[in-house]
């Protein structure tokens, strides 16, 4: 155990060195991020003195080489734009990250597994069409689309939510809608094969034939049992919803960490996308680790795998 | 002997004269004198398009960008500084001289001036920010000043080591310099400090600030020149144009940036609020780099001067801007020291097919490629068909703008580049960057016209200083050198309960300074 353990460490590592690589030199691909603090026309002296400043006049090696001396010290460095350190930005937007996140996640499994239990149970019939055409519309419509249609309607036209910002329990409905539908829908479909597989398995047709009432069927054999997958997805789009909700915080101004990044990227803030990126594979990694370890710890094959 | 330089004659109005300086000097000393008027009420909160970023606290980091201004006129104050109708108002100083060899300027300090921690704003305090700012023009400055004395409170001293005619420029309306910060407040807290809890001397003082979210400010009730009527001013940052709209319309917001294109038309046609177009110091033209190309059709004047009879640029404007960018004809900004305003624009497809028929392409040419920024493609979509009408046929090549700003800068764009700045300064600086030798986005040059350029550099006489940037700016016209598309217009949307909102006071300044006369309607 001790053994599979470590190399799983060493592999989570790996990964980790091989994103600060990538993200590293992806950002840098971007462009020259002085271009944007400046005003066009401004003079090769006004660009060259931001080089300097950001020490962006180093060679990459050596850039790359301080980064990873001070990621190693866990200094994530300063923004540029915001001249503060990455950290701070950082953990000041997670709690509303979290927030965010929490709430949408609610949200998609409070309507995603009853609809795809729901579809599944009466498969083929009106409530299956209608959470297909649910699911449908979740994972199809841009999620800036889906934002900007409940800012016209609950903030324009009927006034009862704020369109933008953060404060208060209002403020955080329209989000959490417009980032948890796609979710919602991922989990409706996810609960909905799951459940028609675990609905059609011999242990439930058994059930069945012992003449158990149906609802007895679905809520203590088959659902339990059809919720392990979703529940794993949950787990993983938790992780996700806290890092990539970059176009819904962007439309309704939520001061999250999707946020940041987009600002980040806006402005070539390479020390902001580098801290957010890092640490969001750094939660993916640490996420996958736990699974992995837990894995190994239930089934004793998985550890004994070479 | 000293004289007072701002008695020369011809500015367009945005240097006193003389006899406007001494009525100026005088108002400036009754304004030392606060008007008893009643204390500060009520919150304004504004959707901002940008982050805002605490180095906009700071007046010496001060980029060359106009976005940092937007903080800086509420939270500081500056020795001169531009105000509704002037560019160089008496500000921190009630009155300043220079001497005739143009190598001594002299300010006298407002007496009673204090910052927004108590302290008086002295003449150690303006010394201490020239040499701290470390903005974008710091060389220009910095290497032609020889010192800068204090002889007492209220007197600073700058002596320059050459005769530079553009130092006010630089120092009261193009950099950070002078705009002045507590010397003894920022020696004590440093400069992550000072930009963490900035204290300035200006309308207003600072709450609290969250990176990307908000500001606060509260009105500063010793404010020299009015108490703000004003209470609180709260700055959300809402980066997406529709949502800032959809809070204006809810009235989360009284005053939101821009508002473009079918937004603006929206924002119109509600009833309540009002669309506040302010026209920037921030001209588009086309450039032809190949001009000097003997081999091009550029080289030929008569095909450069049909590219500018081919566009209707009125018709643009009405379409992209809702027709409140400006047409003037010119490179310069029309509110800049030195602008000369070109011969009306005229739009006569008929006579650029003539003259591109003189010229030897009777059907037109492939004109390669119309370079630019991406931001402005509908301006280059519209542009670049009415080029085509009349047979200038180029491909649209829209490029992110980082990467059209250097490739830019770096030679590398052909046939037709889509240029554009908003930066500080007046006719000579534009010229030095876009159009003399050296120039950061020069493809060619004309040598009659940098050697005018360098004599204007030296000349301390104003008429004649302005003489010669005239012929310049003729020369520019006659030659086509770059053909004039718009000023462009920074279009706002203002709530029902905003008084005055100050859109447009401060020309060319896209934001809603001065803050301390902001009114609201219910205040």
């Known amino acids: 155990m001790k053994q599979f353990v470590t190399r799983r460490l060493g592999y989570s590592l790996l990964s980790l060195l091989v994103l600060s690589l990538t993200i590293f030199f992806f950002v840098r691909v971007t462009g020259d991020p002085a271009a944007l603090l400046v005003e066009p026309g401004a003079s090769e002296d006004d660009i060259a003195a931001i080089h300097h400043k950001f020490g962006l006049d180093k060679p990459l090696w050596a850039q790359y080489g301080l980064f990873m001396m001070s990621l190693l010290r866990g200094d994530f460095g300063q923004s540029f734009y915001y001249q503060t350190p990455v950290l701070d930005l950082y953990f000041d937007r997670l709690p509303n990250s979290l927030l965010l996140a929490l709430v949408a996640m609610a949200f998609s499994l409070a309507v995603g597994i009853p609809t795809g239990i729901l579809a599944a149970v009466r498969v083929g019939r ?10 449908l519309l979740g994972l199809s419509l841009p999620s800036f689309f889906v934002g900007l249609v409940l800012i016209l309607l609950f903030s324009v036209y009927l006034g009862w939510l704020p369109s933008s910002g953060s404060g208060g329990v209002l403020h955080i409905l329209m989000p959490a809608f417009a980032l948890g539908w796609y979710f919602a829908a991922a989990h409706m479909r996810l ?10 398995s011999e242990y439930v047709k058994l059930a069945r034939l012992k003449g158990l009432p149906q609802s007895w069927v679905i809520g203590k054999h088959a659902f339990k049992n059809a919720l392990i997958p979703v529940v794993t997805l949950a787990g993983i789009n938790l992780v996700l919803m806290i890092n990539v909700a970059v176009v819904v915080e962007t439309v309704f101004a939520w001061p999250g960490v999707g946020r940041l990044l987009y600002e980040g990227i806006s402005f070539r803030d390479f020390p902001v996308v580098q801290g957010i990126v890092i640490m969001g594979g750094t939660m993916i990694v640490v996420v996958n680790l736990l699974v992995d370890v837990v894995y190994a710890v239930i089934d004793p094959r998985i550890r004994l795998e070479k | 002997m000293q004289r007072d330089v701002t008695s020369a004659p011809g500015r367009n109005g945005l240097i006193p004269t003389r006899r406007e300086l001494l009525a100026l000097a005088a108002l400036g000393m009754a304004a030392g004198v606060r008007p008893a008027v009643a204390a500060a009420s009520g919150q304004l909160t504004y959707a901002v398009h940008i982050s805002l970023a605490p180095t906009w606290f700071d007046p010496a980091e001060t980029p060359s960008l106009v976005t940092p201004y937007m ?9 001169l500084k531009p105000m509704p109708g002037e560019l160089m108002a008496h500000s921190l100083a009630e009155s300043w001289s220079a001497t005739e060899d143009g190598m001594t300027y002299s300010f006298v300090l407002r007496d009673g001036v204090t910052f927004h921690n108590g302290e008086k704003v002295t003449a150690e305090d303006v010394k201490f920010s020239f040499e701290r700012y470390h903005g974008a023009a710091k060389g220009p400055l910095h290497d032609r000043v020889a010192s800068v004395e204090t002889p007492d409170a209220r007197h600073v001293t700058f002596r320059l080591k050459n005769p530079w005619p553009d130092f006010l420029t630089f120092y009261a309306a193009t950099t950070g310099a002078g705009w002045v910060v507590p010397k ?6 440093g400069d992550d400090g000072f930009k963490k809890a900035p204290i300035g001397a200006g309308p207003y003082k600072f709450v609290s600030f969250t990176p990307g979210v908000e500001l606060v400010l509260e009105a ?8 703000p009527s004003v209470k609180r001013l709260v700055l959300k940052v809402i980066p997406e144009e529709a949502t800032r709209l959809a809070a204006l319309k809810h009235g989360e917001v009284d005053i939101a940036y821009s508002i473009r294109g079918e937004l603006a038309a929206e924002l119109r046609q509600t009833p309540g609020l009002t669309l506040k177009p302010v026209v920037i110091q921030s001209p588009f033209w086309l450039y032809f780099p190949e001009q000097w190309d003997a081999k091009s059709p550029w080289h030929d004047v008569r095909v450069r001067q049909a590219a500018r009879l081919a566009l209707d640029l009125k018709t643009i404007n009405q379409a992209l801007t809702a027709g409140y960018s400006r047409i003037h004809g010119s490179l310069i900004p029309d509110n800049f020291e030195f602008f000369w305003k070109p011969p009306e624009p005229v739009y006569d497809p008929e006579k650029a097919k003539q003259l591109l028929a003189t010229a030897g392409y009777p059907d037109g040419f492939d004109a390669g490629f119309y370079n630019c920024d991406s931001s402005y493609a509908n301006l280059a979509e519209a542009t670049n068909n009415y080029l085509g009408a009349v047979g200038i046929n180029a491909k649209l090549r829209p490029l992110e703008r980082v990467s059209f700003n250097q490739q830019f800068m770096d030679k590398k764009l052909k046939n037709i580049i889509q240029a554009g700045s908003g930066s500080f300064g007046n006719a000579a600086t534009r010229f030095e960057t876009f ?13 009659d016209l940098d050697a005018m350029f360098e004599q204007q550099a030296v000349e301390l006489d104003h008429g004649k200083r302005a003489a010669i940037l005239t012929k310049m700016q003729e020369i520019l016209y006659e030659r086509v050198i770059g053909t004039h598309l718009w000023q462009l217009a920074f279009i706002n949307g203002v709530g029902p309960r905003v008084g005055e909102s100050n859109f447009d006071r401060i020309a060319g300044f896209p934001y809603t300074a001065p803050y ?3 009114t ?3 205040t």
Do not use: C, Q
Not at chain 1, 127 to 135: P, R, T, Y
């Open chain 2, 435 to 447: 159009v003399v030798k050296g120039g950061a986005y020069v493809y060619g040059n004309y040598p």
């Open chain 1, 126 to 135: 009106f409530w299956d069409s209608a959470g297909k055409l649910f699911a």
């Open chain 2, 184 to 189: 003894k407040y920022v020696e004590k807290v």
């Open chain 1, 191 to 200: 609960t909905r094969s799951s459940m028609l597989e675990v609905l059609g």
């Open chain 2, 71 to 79: 903080i800086y006129y509420a939270l500081h104050d500056a020795v």
């Open chain 2, 220 to 227: 500063y009730e010793g404010y020299w020149r009015k108490v």
């Open chain 2, 516 to 518: 301390e006369d902001l």
């Open chain 2, 520 to 522: 609201l309607k219910s």
